[in-house]
C-alpha cells in the first residue's frame, strides 16, 4: 500500500521569506509525485509533478519540488513567499507500476495549511 | 486548459434519500474519472474509478451499492449516493484523466460538491 505523510499541519512564513512543505511518501516501485494548492470554496489546482528525470521540479507561480529518492522525500520550496500564496498544501503519490494502463488514482497526504504573514 | 465541472456545487437533502451528482469534463475527453471524499479539514480519500464503459473499481471500504458510479460518456461521471445518512455528508470531489501519452495521465479535479444530509 502506498502512503504520503505531510508531518505539518500547518507552516508559517513571513512574507518574502523562502518557504518549505515537506512530504515524504511511501511506495513499491518508482513514485509519481504531485503537489495540489486548494484554496477556500475551490477545487484542488495542479502545481508541479515528478514523473522521472531531474530531481528538482518546477511548477506554477514560482514553486517546485525536490525528490529525494533516498529520503523519499519530495518537499515543496518557494524562494520567497506571497500573501496570496496562503492556502492547503497536498502532496500525493501514485505507484509507478500499475495495470491500468497509466490511470489510477491518488494517494494524498492530510495537507498543510501554509499561512503567510504580511 | 483542462476544466472539470461539478454540479451541483451544493447540495442539502433529507436523509432516507439519492442525490446523483455531475462530474464533466469540458474541454476533453476523459476515459477514467475518479471519485474522492474530503471530511473537514482531512486529506482527499479516493472512493473509486469510474472508466467509460464499464464498471467502477470501489476502493476498500466503500459501498459499491450505496455510493453508484456510472461513466456512460467520455465526458461525464456521475456519483449516486442511494439512502442517503447525515454521515454521508462531506465534500466529494472529481477528477478526471487526461492521458498526455506518457505513463501517468494528468488529473484536473472538479470544484467539489458540498453534501449535507439532515
Known amino acids: 500500500a502506498q502512503s504520503v505523510a505531510q508531518p505539518e499541519d500547518q507552516v508559517n512564513v513571513a512574507e518574502g521569506n523562502p518557504l518549505t512543505v515537506k512530504c515524504t511518501y511511501s511506495v513499491s516501485g518508482n513514485p509519481y509525485l504531485f503537489w495540489y494548492v486548494q484554496y477556500p470554496n475551490r477545487g484542488l489546482q495542479f502545481l508541479l509533478k515528478?514523473?522521472?528525470?531531474?530531481?528538482l521540479v518546477k511548477g506554477s507561480y514560482g514553486f517546485e519540488a525536490e525528490f529525494n529518492k533516498s529520503q523519499t522525500s519530495f518537499h515543496l520550496k518557494k524562494p520567497s513567499a506571497l500573501v496570496s500564496d496562503s492556502a492547503l498544501y497536498f502532496c500525493a503519490v501514485r505507484g509507478g507500476m500499475n495495470s491500468g494502463g497509466g490511470a489510477d488514482g491518488l494517494t494524498f497526504g492530510k495537507g498543510t495549511h501554509l499561512i503567510i504573514q504580511p | 486548459g483542462a476544466v472539470v465541472s461539478q454540479h451541483p456545487s451544493w447540495v442539502i437533502c433529507k436523509s432516507g434519500t439519492s442525490v446523483k451528482i455531475e462530474c464533466r469534463s469540458l474541454?476533453?475527453?476523459?476515459?477514467?474519472m475518479f471519485w474522492y471524499r474530503q471530511f473537514p479539514k482531512q486529506s482527499l480519500m479516493l472512493m473509486a474509478t469510474s472508466n467509460e464503459g464499464s464498471k467502477a473499481t470501489y476502493e476498500q471500504g466503500v459501498e459499491k451499492d450505496k455510493f453508484l458510479i456510472n461513466h456512460a460518456s467520455l465526458t461525464l461521471s456521475t456519483l449516486t449516493v442511494t439512502s442517503a445518512h447525515p454521515e454521508d455528508s462531506s465534500f466529494y470531489i472529481c477528477?478526471?484523466?487526461?492521458?498526455?501519452?506518457?505513463?501517468?495521465?494528468?488529473?484536473?479535479f472538479g470544484p467539489g460538491t458540498r453534501l449535507t444530509v439532515l
Open positions: 477528477s478526471a484523466c487526461r492521458l498526455a501519452g506518457g505513463p501517468s495521465c494528468e488529473q484536473f
Open positions: 515528478y514523473i522521472t528525470g531531474d530531481n
Open positions: 474541454d476533453f475527453q476523459a476515459t477514467t
